[in-house]
């Protein structure tokens, strides 16, 4: 199982990107699927998850009502869109998949066997 996060990048306060995890190898319907974070000198954070049918979806109290997670099992992929966004979300956001997704939700880093990349976000004050 490989995935790949994108969609990362420089900006303002107050704006919006959207990241991507392309899953491949696996089908992600049989997933649970994490979003993650991590700035420089703090542990890795929980930020969202979702489960395989999209119906329990989970978020830090740090972003709910800000962030939305969505996924599209058609294509393997889940999103993280990020609105209103600060400075203190500057961190490398990373995706990953527990298989199997027996579980309406994890926040803790040890229970995903698969991660990406990550991809870097800097929110500009």
């Known amino acids: 199982v490989q995935l790949q996060a994108s969609g990362g990048g420089l900006v303002q306060a107050g704006g919006s990107l959207r990241l991507s995890c392309e899953v491949s190898?696996?089908?992600?319907?049989?997933?649970?699927v994490g979003w993650f974070r991590q700035a420089p000198g703090e542990d890795r954070e929980f930020v969202s998850s979702i489960t395989g049918n999209g119906y329990i979806i989970y978020y830090a109290d740090s972003v709910k009502g800000r962030f939305t997670v969505s996924k599209d099992n058609a294509a393997n992929m889940v999103y993280l869109q990020m609105n209103s966004l600060k400075p203190e979300d500057t961190a490398i956001y990373y995706c990953?998949?527990?298989?199997?997704?027996?579980?309406?939700?994890?926040?803790?880093?040890?229970?995903?066997?698969?991660w990406g990349q990550g991809t870097q976000v800097t929110v500009s004050s």
């Open positions: 990953a998949a527990r298989y199997p997704g027996d579980v309406l939700t994890s926040r803790r880093p040890s229970e995903y066997g698969y």
């Open positions: 190898g696996r089908i992600i319907s049989s997933a649970l």
